[in-house]
């Protein structure tokens, strides 16, 4: 095979999002109608064409779930999932979905040992079906499961079948994720001049190129990307629809209507509602994706980002981050110090910076709160915290709404806040933020919780992510009980995003 040229791109790709479906049949993922809508509207705003909500026909919460997100009134066009079947069709229809993804099975291993039927009875079946289905008004696309393994030229006549009949889109499945750029851009290219209806490109990651073969797909004519947020998706999963995103836009400058600078919210949301987190060094989304530590890289980030940064971390909502650690250089100590308006001497600036490296070479993840901490104490600071905890209270129980108090003392002035959540730890974050938002925006971007020991009454660690304007830091705390470890890290985090030794004229 030759140099491929991704040069056939459409100059309208859309994008059909299917973590509520294909995403959903995540192992272990299973969302409740309500957490599926406040997804659909997200997926809604961050400007994805096409929502597959579901699966109509597979349960009554599912049909629950795509009736509800079909009657929101989205922008983007709602479909679900069925088999080709009149019953899965009715379902669809009565759910209120405006397309239908058909799938119909089309290589020679799924129509004989699946389905038990011949290569003719499945195109009468297609025949039948979208034919039904486009008399109940439904849009059809027809989604060919297995079809990269299957006969080319008879997928082709699946395909025609379902032309004549009036389907409006067809997608071939990259069911077992088989394909690789090159095979799937001479895939895509045959395909694509075969047919006179939009081509969908629908791959799973058994081998790590689902993106890689949806890009190829895309820059050999095919118009509609699926993909999942996270690449979420049975066994290795989807590909991930902010990776296929970034990868047009940055890579192949290609004018796209998806709000760019949504997609990380985007992908914290589906985390927290699924409860699957992306592994902490994933492409646009993980933890660490804009993190820099080593110290030649933060250098060059210092001067100019682009040195380590192929765009700008701002383009899909995020922020750089530099952290600390053993690999730390000088300069990115010194801007951190900066930024709390800490400004060492050259002797002092040394000597923090030689206790960070050996905090790191202890093995030990270096905080915010830990440089600020021995800058403090190198520097003789007094390291006067601007936010104090002064006294929390909480209520709830089985069946009883969680409540908090709090009352702190910030820059000296007492504020106090009260909140509902949806257990005590959220109830408590949220009153402080309640006591603090007059004067501090600061938002909580990410809460993680572990176990150090078994036991009800192991100590617990807690990590945050708390944000203000565009810097990040990571804070913890840790105790037995669950609540407090979350006031310290949360606390912890504040001090350091608040602490700005101009304005205290030190
Ligand atoms: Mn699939």
Redesign the pocket.
């Known amino acids: 095979m030759g140099l491929v040229l991704l040069n056939r791109f459409s100059d309208c790709i859309s994008f059909l999002d299917?973590t509520l479906r294909?995403g959903e049949q995540t192992p272990g993922v299973s969302l409740v109608p309500e957490n599926k809508l406040r997804i659909a509207q997200r997926l809604d705003e961050l400007g994805v064409n096409i929502i597959e909500a579901g699966f109509a026909a597979v349960s009554a919460g599912e049909f629950e779930a795509v009736r509800l997100i079909a009657g929101q009134g989205l922008r983007a066009e709602v479909a679900s999932a069925g088999r080709s079947t009149v019953g899965d069709v009715d379902a669809v229809v009565k759910s209120g979905a405006q397309t239908m993804s058909m799938i119909i099975p089309t290589s020679d291993l799924h129509i004989c040992e699946k389905l038990h039927k011949t290569r003719d009875q499945v195109l009468k079946i297609t025949e039948d079906c979208v034919s039904y289905a486009k008399a109940h008004g439904l849009r059809v696309d027809l989604l060919a499961e297995d079809a990269t393994r299957s006969d080319f030229e008879y997928l082709v006549k699946v395909f025609e079948v379902a032309v004549s009949c009036g389907v409006d889109r067809v997608t071939p499945?990259d069911?077992v994720g088989i394909l690789s750029p090159d095979r799937a851009y001479a895939f895509f290219e045959k395909l694509t001049s075969r047919l006179e209806v939009p081509v969908g490109v629908?791959c799973?990651n058994e081998f790590g190129m689902a993106v890689a073969n949806t890009v190829a797909a895309l820059g050999a004519g095919a118009q509609v990307a699926?993909g999942t947020i996270n690449g979420l998706?049975?066994r290795a999963g989807?590909a991930a629809i902010e990776e296929v995103v970034v990868a047009l836009c940055a890579l192949y400058k290609q004018p796209l209507s998806i709000k760019t600078e949504l997609l990380y919210s985007t992908s914290q949301l589906v985390s927290r509602l699924t409860g699957v987190y992306a592994q902490p060094n994933k492409a646009i989304v993980g933890e660490n994706a804009f993190k820099h530590e080593s110290g030649i890289h933060t250098q060059g980030m210092l001067s100019n980002p682009l040195t380590y940064e192929p765009f700008s971390p701002e383009l899909v909502g995020r922020t750089r981050r530099i952290s600390q650690g053993k690999h730390s250089g000088s300069h990115a100590i010194k801007a951190d110090l900066d930024s709390m308006g800490i400004s060492p001497s050259e002797a002092q600036l040394q000597e923090i910076f030689l206790r960070v490296k050996q905090l790191g070479d202890k093995g030990k993840t270096v905080l915010d709160a830990d440089v600020l901490a021995i800058a403090e104490n190198v520097m003789d600071l007094g390291g006067v915290k601007p936010i104090e905890l002064q006294y929390m209270a909480f209520s709830g129980g089985v069946n009883v709404a969680a409540q908090a108090s709090v009352r702190l003392c910030v820059n000296g002035k007492v504020v106090c806040g009260i909140a509902d959540g949806v257990g005590p730890v959220d109830a408590a974050i949220n009153a402080v933020k309640n006591a603090i938002k007059e004067t501090e925006p600061i938002i909580l971007e990410q809460y993680n919780v572990k176990a150090i020991t078994g036991g009800t009454d192991a100590m617990v660690e807690v990590v945050v992510n708390m944000r203000k304007g565009l810097r990040v830091v990571t804070a913890m705390g840790v105790r037995e009980d669950i609540v407090k470890a979350s006031m310290d890290a949360v606390i912890s985090g504040m001090n350091v995003l608040t602490t700005d030794y101009r304005s205290n004229g030190k």
């Open positions: 299917t294909d499945c069911t629908h799973h699926h998706g049975e989807n």
